[in-house]
């Protein structure tokens, strides 16, 4: 797969969309990212919906610092990002869903990691268009959603993104899902606004109901 630019997106006017994050929605982020961590000496202790604040050297009680934390995750997404494991239901699930739907992967990763997130969402049967991104997801979702006229849903784990959907484009539908156990009970979530799933076997529906 190839990964493309905004305006070179290919989105049919009259199809539904789906957008779609990557981390904790299509692959196991958290538990691959702990396994890298693990080989260079850094356990994680899961008690808070963050990253670098439960990352502990073994023995140690407090969290190691932001600098050795950013550097152990920009060399996961050189070394270690093929090493996680695709989300149950999710290949499958959007498989059926683009029959009738346009899909685009909007991950946000480092600007290195485009190598590595491409052979991965190929590898795992996510062969979609990829926008790589940083920042909150709201105005490119925005950008998207006025290029179709049939209904448009997004799905993300972080709820700052779907925040950030919901004030740039309210019409969009927009999904929870966090993949890894021990953090669902940590995460924000505002279910009234933004539908809220543990698991593909009930998200795969939902999202078909949302895009008919």
Not at 86 to 99: N, R
Not at 169 to 185: C, E, G, K
Request: net charge negative.
């Amino acid at each position: 797969m190839q990964p493309v630019a905004l305006e070179d997106l290919d989105i049919r006017p009259a199809a539904p969309l789906l957008i779609v994050d990557v981390d904790e929605v299509l692959a196991h982020f958290m538990a691959g990212f702990e396994r890298y961590a693990a080989r260079h000496g850094v356990e994680m202790r899961i008690d808070r919906f963050a990253l670098f604040q439960n990352m502990y050297r073994p023995g140690e009680t407090e969290p190691i610092d932001f600098e050795t934390g950013k550097k152990l995750f920009d060399d996961f997404f050189r070394h270690g990002a093929d090493d996680l494991d695709p989300v149950d239901g999710a290949a499958d699930a959007l498989a059926t869903l683009s029959q009738r739907a346009g899909v685009v992967i909007l991950t946000n990763a480092p600007a290195h990691a485009l190598e590595s997130r491409t052979g991965w969402l190929s590898k795992h049967g996510f062969d979609y268009p990829m926008i790589l991104h940083s920042g909150l997801k709201g105005p490119t979702i925005a950008g998207m959603a006025a290029r179709t006229n049939g209904p448009a849903a997004f799905i993300d784990d972080l709820l700052p993104n779907l925040e950030s959907s919901f004030e740039s484009a309210p019409a969009v539908a927009t999904f929870q899902i966090i993949a890894d156990h021990r953090l669902r009970p940590l995460a924000p979530t505002v279910p009234e606004r933004h539908a809220l799933h543990e698991d593909w076997t009930t998200l795969g529906p939902a999202l078909r109901l949302a895009i008919t």
